[in-house]
């Protein structure tokens, strides 16, 4: 039986199973015993009025002016002079990002020097993007966020062969997304050998067209992984030939915690903000709208972990009140071991937590 906890001390005892041309693999100089510690990051809330693009505005400006005086760290154009945002559409319509919280993290990039064509939106799947109207609506061609390029990954355009995070794990598994973007980045063939099925290609705009990148989750809960949420949409979701890692609960939280990890993708994943306009504790990923729960609340954190660890102590709430089992602490592991790889902070008591609410 494939042991994870094996695993996981061979990466800790040799470094990263990730490679990616320049992100080869490194010697981690980890020991099981002798764990990275990751200063506690602090966890901003800001309680909503309501859900208007205003009060979305208004949170997140004051959000990241508190994070620019608490960090020192200006959000603002660097030597790229471009900035990223990873949206959440993977769950279908009714649950992805908030329009009013994506133009607000807009608003702010451009109060701060960027323009229009220079902030990009991310997102994986080309239906599920239009179907949540992130991408223009066929009928009217009307696009919500004109003037920003919005970046999706299945065409295969944002990959590239150099980059890729390297698993042993299950060969080519994938039977919900567009194949043919992992076939383009293996170098545009129509069958890929044995070799190249073990590679996850890695979309490249985020870490390498960017100065910084904001992740924007949606959270539910997953049957594999325990919390799909803010360390899942930037990995599993922002990657191709990652269906693989569903097939067992011992593949998905080694690829996410190995692929969160990365240095290049951590060293510009600067922020994440997390809307409770809308998350769902049972039947997730894919959105149902009989086990949602809303609350007028808006989470920013540098830490993913810091905020998916609290994430899933609502879900197992709302678990809790409607009369289902907690999610199982085997299935919430990958929050255990991305806190062991360094990546943030799994624990949920004593968080620094800066609160604000109101209006202006």
Same mark, same amino acid.
């Given at each position: ?6 695993? +996981?001390?061979?990466? +800790?005892? #040799?470094?990263? *199973?990730?490679?990616?041309?320049? &992100? ?23 309680? &909503? ?14 959000? *990241? ?5 608490? =960090? ?20 279908? %319509?009714?649950?992805? #990002?908030?329009?009013?919280?994506? @133009? ?14 220079? *902030? ?5 799947? %080309? ?7 992130? &991408?223009?609506? +066929? /009928? #009217? ?11 999706v990954l299945e065409s295969g355009r ?13 060969? $080519? ?12 980045? /293996? ?10 099925? @073990? ?8 870490? !390498? ?13 997953? %049957?594999?992984?325990?919390v799909n949420g803010a360390l899942v ?17 011992? =593949?998905?939280?080694? /690829? ?5 990890? !990365?240095?290049?993708? $951590? ?8 809307? +409770?306009?809308?998350?769902?504790? *049972?039947?997730? %990923? ?6 949602? !729960? ?56 004593d968080v620094h937590w800066i609160r ?5």
């Open positions: 039986m494939f042991s994870f906890v094996r695993l +996981l001390r061979a990466v +800790l005892a #040799t470094g990263f *199973i990730a490679s990616a041309g320049h &992100l080869a693999a490194q010697p981690a100089h980890l020991h099981p015993g002798k764990l990275p510690t990751t200063p506690r990051a602090p966890v901003w809330e800001f309680r &909503l009025n309501d859900f208007s693009d205003a009060a979305y505005r208004y949170a997140v400006e004051q959000m *990241i002016q508190n994070f620019e005086l608490t =960090t020192g760290r200006p959000l603002a154009p660097g030597k790229k002079n471009k900035a990223g945002i990873k949206i959440y559409t993977d769950s279908g %319509p009714g649950l992805a #990002t908030p329009f009013g919280l994506t @133009r607000a993290v807009i608003a702010s990039l451009e109060k701060r020097g960027f323009e229009k064509k220079d *902030i990009f939106l991310v997102g994986l799947n %080309p239906l599920r993007l239009r179907l949540t109207g992130y &991408l223009p609506s +066929l /009928a #009217t061609g009307t696009s919500p966020f004109p003037g920003h390029p919005v970046y944002y990959y590239d062969p150099v980059w890729f995070y390297d698993s042993p794990l299950p060969a $080519r598994f994938d039977p919900v997304t567009n194949e043919r973007a992992a076939e383009v980045a /293996a170098g545009g063939k129509a069958s890929t050998t044995v070799e190249e099925d @073990r590679k996850s290609f890695l979309a490249t705009p985020l870490f !390498i067209e960017a100065d910084f990148w904001i992740n924007l989750p949606v959270y539910t809960d997953h %049957p594999v992984l325990g949409n930037a990995t599993l979701w922002n990657a191709s030939n990652t269906f693989r890692f569903f097939r067992s609960p011992a =593949t998905a939280p080694a /690829a996410v915690a190995e692929m969160a990890a !990365i240095p290049e993708l $951590r060293e510009g994943w600067v922020l994440n903000f997390a809307s +409770l306009h809308l998350y769902q504790f *049972i039947g997730g %990923p894919y959105f149902n709208s009989l086990y949602t !729960i809303s609350e007028p609340v808006l989470w920013m954190s540098p830490d993913p972990v810091q905020l998916d660890a609290l994430m899933l102590q609502r879900i197992n709430d709302g678990r809790k009140r409607a009369g289902f089992e907690p999610v199982n602490e085997d299935s919430a592991r990958l929050l255990e071991f991305a806190a062991q790889l360094g990546v943030g902070s799994d624990k949920t008591r604000a609410g109101g209006t202006p």
